[in-house]
């Protein structure tokens, strides 16, 4: 069933809107009639976004916020529902990094931080958000998760917290569903947004190990990340909820292999 300006006349509330995997979902939702809300720490990015994003002819509000601050949050809330807005998707998308640290070493204060802008953000819009859905009684909500979140690595805040989304995810899913209002998550494996590339560039990723465990040999793309959330928002998900959609160019899937023999090359 194809679906051409699914979105039309609906307000999509993206964090993370302006780079990155946010701003190619805010692209992909825009290109089929949304009207968007982008949040995000970085004034200059919405401002470029929005300018971007208008030019497909839909209403772009922007506002510059930190999701870890529930208060001001609430403020944006109260402020759309007084203009009008009723929010029907949100994507989920803000987040941040750590250096790679054991756990002896790793500055407690940048673990809170991750746990405050991955999870507690997500947690925060779901609260104002999701909520005000379950109320109207219709809505779709898209986390935005990670690969780590399913598999041991040396990211000792960043991959627990992207574990703690995804239960929240399936955890909220449960209490959504009698109330017409569904909740996924995407896994992203590497992504080349700029954000990876500047640490490829600085030497703190090295592109050719990563790619090595990557059975089909690439990063994926932005777009690619958004062409899954845009399925999960959409009715052709109308059964599908609670769950994480992985989308890695089958780095899960290769993981094990390699105990075994090398990965498999053209
Ligand atoms: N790129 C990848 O390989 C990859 C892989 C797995 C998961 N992810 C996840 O995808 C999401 C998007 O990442 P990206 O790669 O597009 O990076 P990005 O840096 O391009 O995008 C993240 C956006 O979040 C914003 N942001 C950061 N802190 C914020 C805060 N406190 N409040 C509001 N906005 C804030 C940034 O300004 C930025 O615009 C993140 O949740 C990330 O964890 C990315």
């Not at 190619?24 to 825009?30: P, V």
């Not at 089929?32 to 976004?49: I, R």
């Not at 506002?63 to 009723?86: K, P, Q």
């Not at 809505?139 to 995804?166: C, D, F, M, W």
């Amino acid at each position: 069933m194809a679906e051409t300006h699914a979105f039309e006349g609906r307000w999509s509330l993206i964090t993370g809107g302006a780079s990155g995997i946010g701003l190619a979902c805010a692209q992909a939702l825009a290109q089929e009639g949304s009207a968007l809300v982008l949040l995000d720490v970085d004034a200059a990015g919405l401002a470029a976004a929005r300018s971007r994003l208008s030019s497909l002819g839909v209403a772009v509000e922007t506002r510059e916020v930190d999701v870890s601050d529930a208060a001001a949050l609430e403020g944006i809330a109260a402020d759309l529902d007084a203009r009008g807005v009723r929010v029907e998707h949100m994507v989920l998308a803000a987040g941040v990094l750590q250096p790679m640290h054991g756990i002896d070493t790793l500055d407690l204060a940048v673990h809170d931080r991750v746990w405050r802008i991955n999870y507690h953000g997500s947690y925060h819009c779901c609260r104002l958000w999701g909520e005000r859905m379950r109320v109207v009684g219709r809505g779709a909500i898209v986390t935005v998760s990670s690969v780590t979140a399913q598999r041991a690595t040396p990211l000792l805040a960043y991959g627990p917290a992207k574990a703690a989304l995804e239960n929240l995810t399936a955890s909220l899913s449960v209490a959504y569903a009698p109330h017409g209002v569904r909740i996924n998550a995407v896994a992203p494996g590497f992504t080349l947004t700029q954000a990876l590339q500047d640490k490829i560039d600085a030497g703190l990723r090295d592109a050719d190990a990563i790619l090595s465990q990557v059975p089909m040999g690439r990063f994926a793309t932005p777009q690619e990340i958004a062409a899954s959330v845009r399925f999960l928002l959409s009715d052709q998900a109308a059964a599908v909820t609670g769950t994480t959609l992985v989308v890695d160019c089958g780095w899960l899937a290769g993981s094990g292999w390699q105990t075994y023999q090398p990965m498999p090359r053209r």
